[in-house]
T-cell receptor, first 115, second 124 residues
Framework: AQSVAQPEDQVNVAEGNPLTVKCTYSVSGNPYLFWYVQYPNRGLQFLLKYITGDNLVKGSYGFEAEFNKSQTSFHLKKPSALVSDSALYFCAVRDGNSGNTPLVFGKGTRLSVIA | GEEVAQTPKHLVRGEGQKAKLYCAPIKGHSYVFWYQQVLKNEFKFLISFQNENVFDETGMPKERFSAKCLPNSPCSLEIQATKLEDSAVYFC??????????????????????FGPGTRLTVL
């Protein structure tokens, strides 16, 4: 079985400062990891994913995430936060060894970027 | 189309009434997934389709929920006799992979699931 933990319900950061949204995962097979963002009253927008290859993955809107196998983590980062980054962020995992399985999501982290 | 489309945006039903939600996947995508987002933002997987065939229905409440993906029609999720606890946002996602085999090893499904805007169901 797979699971995802996002230990922070809320992250506050000042505009222009770096941001980190934490995610740890548990999967029995091969982890495929994803980050999505949800703006109010909107669907989930895909940001980035890790399947294989370089541990540092770059995605949309200047976001990146680092896959750390030993710590089973996939933290989302951005060097300089914008007010418009304020949203709800979800980390998700699937087992890449098990076919086209559904995503298992974390509970989400609300990011507030303060001007 | 280039985006997953879901209709309606909002749906209000009295307890015991039927609710039907629709999803048009991205053109060329073979897989459709339905998820339910309940209070506290938790996502629950319901069912997935590979073209018009049920692929995985392990999350589907069998008694009142049903779903279809018929050729040349939007996919649908139907709830018979809605209950208060069915109030949620229902998301549809589509992905492209066919998982074509290559030699002895199956090609893993690496494609991203792209989500629609969701349907907010309120049961009164």
């Amino acid at each position: 079985a797979q699971s995802v933990a996002q230990p922070e319900d809320q992250v506050n950061v000042a505009e222009g400062n770096p941001l980190t949204v934490k995610c740890t995962y548990s999967v029995s097979g091969n982890p495929y990891l994803f980050w999505y963002v949800q703006y109010p009253n909107r669907g989930l927008q895909f940001l980035l994913k890790y399947i294989t290859g370089d541990n540092l993955v770059k995605g949309s809107y200047g976001f990146e995430a680092e896959f750390n196998k030993s710590q089973t983590s996939f933290h989302l980062k951005k060097p300089s936060a914008l007010v418009s980054d304020s949203a709800l962020y979800f980390c998700a995992v699937r087992d890449g060894n098990s076919g086209n399985t559904p995503l298992v999501f974390g509970k989400g982290t609300r990011l507030s970027v303060i001007a | 189309g280039e985006e997953v489309a879901q209709t309606p945006k909002h749906l209000v039903r009295g307890e015991g009434q039927k609710a039907k939600l629709y999803c048009a996947p991205i053109k060329g995508h073979s897989y459709v997934f339905w998820y339910q987002q309940v209070l506290k933002n938790e996502f629950k997987f319901l069912i997935s389709f590979q073209n018009e065939n049920v692929f995985d229905e392990t999350g589907m409440p069998k008694e009142r929920f049903s779903a279809k993906c018929l050729p040349n029609s939007p996919c649908s999720l139907e709830i018979q006799a809605t209950k208060l606890e069915d109030s949620a946002v229902y998301f549809c996602a589509s992905s492209q992979s066919e998982g074509v085999t290559s030699g002895r090893e199956p090609v893993p499904f690496t494609d991203t699931q792209y989500f629609g805007p969701g349907t907010r169901l309120t049961v009164l």
